[in-house]
Structure formats: structure tokens, C-alpha cells
């Protein structure tokens, strides 16, 4: 009997141990497919934070009459330079994932990209116009949305936002010229004095005299450049230490300048048609910020 014992006891250890090494074995298991699914759901998150969509927009080429030869090569360079813009906002959308509110994508970068393109394609209907028909209607062709792959946040952007809400405003008037040279900054002053604020030249004392039949579009105009004015000041004001050392060049100043552009362009068309068409005006466009 006293030689049995150890056997005996010697047995249910290792009944015990093997046991224990299931145990540890499944234990071993189940944190590798723990650490797998850890794996995996964040690689999802790192693919989606990856993907904040692109942007999407008519092409212009198709719709184009036939283009003079004169003209060939100011709408290529053009219809390229559209290219470039829907790069550039492509990259802008990656560049500033998570930044801004709920409509961050359409005030920061779509809108200011239709602006953009409102000017680029003027560019391309008034080259076509110079030896043959001008082109009409291409405008509508400007706005772009945002194409999310992945149905993130960011939802797709209504095209007309940026024209409607200028439309809107264009009707209620936003004070006199001189307004527009001083930027309607006293209106903002209290808000974004710590900021700064935008400096416009002026555009109506540059004007020739304008036909009565195009007065009403020309101060509707004029009146929308003191709008774009009041909006950049606020935006300056809403976007305080956001961005680098240039956000506010790039991010403010050069839509603006964009906008100007597109709209100081519609005052010398409607001049245009009636009289002789101010040239030059474009120089009025820039801006600067007073702080």
C-alpha cells in the first residue's frame, strides 16, 4: 500500500496539469481572437476616417459648342484649370477631416469651389464669344457635390446651397456703395475686431455709366459684393485659430477673391450688352485683411 500512494498521487497531478494547459491553451485562443477582431474593426475605422468622400462634377467639355481656333487654347488651359480646382478641393476634404461643423465641406470647399468655377467657365464662354456665339447656360454646370464612398458624416452637399443663399440676399440689398469699400466692417466690428477684418476696393466709382436697362443687375451685383464682404468677415471671425499662418489667405481671402471675380464679371456683361463693355475690372477683385 505504501508504494501505490505515490503512483497514485502521482497520477492526479498530471490529470490536474493537463487540465490546466487546456485551460491556458484556450485562454491563449480566445486572446488571439480577441486581438483579431481588435485588428480588424480598427483597421474599418482607420479606412473610413480615411475616406471623406470626393468631389463630383459636370464635366464642361461636352457641352461646349464648337470652339474657334482662336479660342482653342484659352479653353483648354481653362477646362484643365477646372481639373485643378477639383483636385485642389479633393485635397482640402482630406486635409481637414473632422474640422468645422455639419456644413464645414459645402461653406469651406464646395462653395467656394463653384465660385471658382463660375469664373473658369465665364473665362471659357466669353473666349468662345469673341469670334463666334457666346455660349449661354453653362453656369449651371458650376455646382458640385461631395461623394462619400462610405456614408460618413459628411453628407452630400446641395449644389445650389451657395447660389441660393446669395440670391436671397441679393434681393434685400446690403447698403450703399460705400459701404462695400469699407467692407461692412462696422457692422462686425464688435465681433471680429481681435481678428481682423476685409478690405475690398471699391467698384461702383470704376464703372462707366451704366444703361438703364442693366441698372437694376448692376446694383443687384454691386450689392451681392458687399454680402460676400460681410460673410468673410464673419467667417474670420467664426474661425479664430483654425489653420496655419495662411488659413485665412486660402480658406477666406482667395474664395472671396474668387467670388469677386465671378460677380464683377456678371456688372461688366450686363454693361456689355447695351454698351461698351468695362475691361480692367478683374484688379478690383483681391482683397486684403485689416487687423
Known sequence: M??????????????????AAVVLSGAVIAGSALAGETDRSGGEAARTLAS?????????????????????????RNLALLDTQIGEADKRIADTVGQGGPNFVQNAILGPLEDKRIATINRIATAIGRTAAKPQGLDALAPCVLSTAGGGAAATAAPSATATGEAGQDAGGNGSDAGEQTGGNADDAS????????????VAP??????????AEVDRNLALLDTQIGEA??????????????????????????????????IATAIGRTAAKPQGLDALAPCTLNK
Open 52 to 76: 471623406p468622400g470626393t468631389v463630383k462634377c459636370p464635366a464642361v467639355a461636352p457641352s461646349l459648342p464648337a470652339i474657334p481656333a482662336s479660342a482653342r487654347a484659352e479653353v483648354d
Open 2 to 19: 505504501s508504494r501505490a500512494l505515490p503512483k497514485y498521487r502521482k497520477r492526479r497531478t498530471v490529470i490536474i496539469g493537463g487540465a
Open 206 to 215: 470704376s464703372l462707366p455709366a451704366i444703361p438703364a436697362s442693366a441698372r
Open 191 to 202: 465681433g471680429s475686431t481681435a481678428a481682423g477684418t476685409v478690405n475690398c476696393p471699391a
Open 233 to 266: 468677415d464673419k467667417r474670420i471671425a467664426d474661425t479664430v485659430g483654425q489653420g496655419g499662418p495662411n488659413f485665412v489667405q486660402n480658406a477666406i481671402l482667395g474664395p472671396l477673391e474668387d467670388k469677386r471675380i465671378a460677380t464683377i464679371n456678371r
